[in-house]
């Protein structure tokens, strides 16, 4: 089992940048393939960025290429989403998962632990 809990969310406004984290415990974080999604209401979630564990390969979602950027350290059990030029369109409850298996990429079902999700909200 991997419990994840994230933290960092909260009110900015566009054009600004937030930082969230998301840290791991359980068992060994290095062997986790990590991803960022996110929940925006009456929408269904979607797939932000991944990182794998090995290389620490990225593959983000075309709405945020270029603006967010996901980071790991395993030392730390943390991974983290560097958000920057924020949109209201980014406003949602962003969420951590994890999974070991090597093909877990973009979406929802291939992800086995999830954390409780932190609130972003982007204002104009």
């Known amino acids: 089992q991997v419990q994840l809990a994230e933290s960092g969310g909260g009110l900015v406004q566009a054009g600004g940048s937030l930082r969230l984290s998301c840290v791991a415990s359980g068992r060994t974080f290095s062997g986790y393939n990590m991803a960022w999604f996110r929940q925006a209401p009456g929408k269904d979630r979607e797939f932000v960025g991944r990182?794998?564990?090995?290389?620490?390969?990225?593959l983000y979602a075309d709405s945020v290429k270029g603006r967010f950027t996901v980071s790991r350290d395993n030392a730390k059990n943390t991974v983290w989403l560097q958000m920057d030029s924020l949109k209201p369109e980014d406003t949602a409850v962003y969420y951590c998962?994890?999974?070991?298996?090597?093909?877990?990429?973009?979406?929802?079902?291939?992800?086995?632990?999830w954390g409780q999700g932190t609130q972003v909200t982007v204002s104009l």
């Open positions: 998962a994890a999974d070991a298996r090597p093909l877990a990429m973009k979406r929802v079902d291939e992800y086995a632990y």
């Open positions: 990182i794998a564990w090995t290389y620490d390969a990225t």
